[in-house]
């Protein structure tokens, strides 16, 4: 399998070259709203996976060609941090791109309580820890974890890591309507996040389809939490572009599945992250359709297409 996907278009982080360390879902939670369907088998057991040597050959070709990104992001199929030696897979990014973009890990927080864990994640740039709830209850119906895993050990690692860590701490929030979308959850929220003091705090809404009928929140209540979370607080919007991609690409049908199995799309996604015009990426989609390999998913106003793998 290859590491990387991408780079595509996020919302946070504009052109984004995405590795992936996992060759399916694993993950620690299972959350509603994930876009990658639900976690067969949760586990809290870290493994090895990765071949660092082959690693660092796949993406000097990849920077090559197309050098125009904003992040390599360490995220991919499930949960990055269940992976081991982190610190050895960020230091060969950094060396084999000789430190030319910084480094980023999303991670769901479930392991930041482990000395272990947040050590090797010290060499990133940037850390993207999530926070759905501050309230037991309701953090156990949005993220269904891992039965070891509570929200004790979520805010101990969080706030461990705050104190460790000297690169950039985003707290991003997941707003669910009929969830967390409300007043006591924002108030209780605002308390935990005066005492954590991260860089930024992103307020989240489930835009892509995660196989379940998750309600999008309105937005003006979104803006509402905003204002009783945090004022500083960013809600995350489209995406905008930052730099051209430069992507240009061999297999447009091949490029475009490789996508979808790691994100859902949109077409606008898609021409955007790879450099297709949006004719091609169309005719391309129908020929996934029609193999069984990509089906539609309507979200609000938005068609996005998901891989059926």
């Known amino acids: 399998m290859s590491y990387f996907y991408g780079p595509v278009p996020s919302r946070r982080l504009g052109f984004s070259l995405g590795v992936n360390l996992l060759p399916k879902k694993v993950c620690s939670f299972d959350c509603l709203y994930c876009q990658l369907g639900g976690t067969e088998k949760k586990i809290m057991r870290r493994f090895s996976f990765v071949n660092l040597n082959k690693l660092t050959t796949d993406i000097k070709p990849i920077i090559k060609a197309y050098p125009n990104i904003d992040y390599i992001t360490i995220a991919g199929s499930g949960e990055p941090t269940l992976h081991k030696d982190l610190d050895k897979i960020i230091s060969r ?66 706030f461990k890591l705050k104190k460790e860590f000297h690169g950039k701490l985003w707290l991003e929030i997941m707003l669910m309507e009929g969830f967390n979308c409300n007043i006591k959850e924002a108030n ?36 509402k939490i905003k ?45 955007r992250a790879l450099n297709i015009v949006s004719k091609d990426v ?28």
Do not use: W
Not at 188 to 196: Q, T
Not at 228 to 244: P, W
């Open 227 to 271: 204002r009783l979370i945090l004022e500083g607080s960013e809600i995350v919007s489209e995406f905008k572009k930052k730099k051209e991609s430069g992507y240009r690409l061999c297999s447009k049908k091949g490029s475009i599945l490789r996508f979808l199995k790691v994100r859902p799309g949109t077409v606008k996604d898609l021409s």
């Open 282 to 309: 169309i005719r391309q989609l129908n020929v996934l359709i029609d193999e069984q390999l990509v089906k539609e998913s309507v979200r609000g106003k938005n068609k996005y297409f998901v891989s059926n793998d």
């Open 93 to 158: 990014l950094k060396k084999a791109t000789q430190n030319k973009y910084p480094v980023c890990v999303i991670t769901n927080s479930s392991l930041l309580y482990r000395k272990d864990v947040r050590k090797e994640l010290l060499l990133a740039d940037l850390i993207i820890p999530s926070l759905d709830s501050v309230t037991e209850e309701t953090f156990s119906k949005i993220n269904r974890p891992h039965e070891k895993v509570g929200l004790d050990k979520i805010l101990d690692g969080l």
């Open 188 to 223: 209780k929220f605002r308390k935990i996040i005066k005492e954590l003091k991260p860089d930024k705090v992103q307020l989240n809404i489930p835009m892509r389809p995660s196989g379940l009928n998750i309600v999008i929140p309105d937005v003006d209540k979104v803006k």
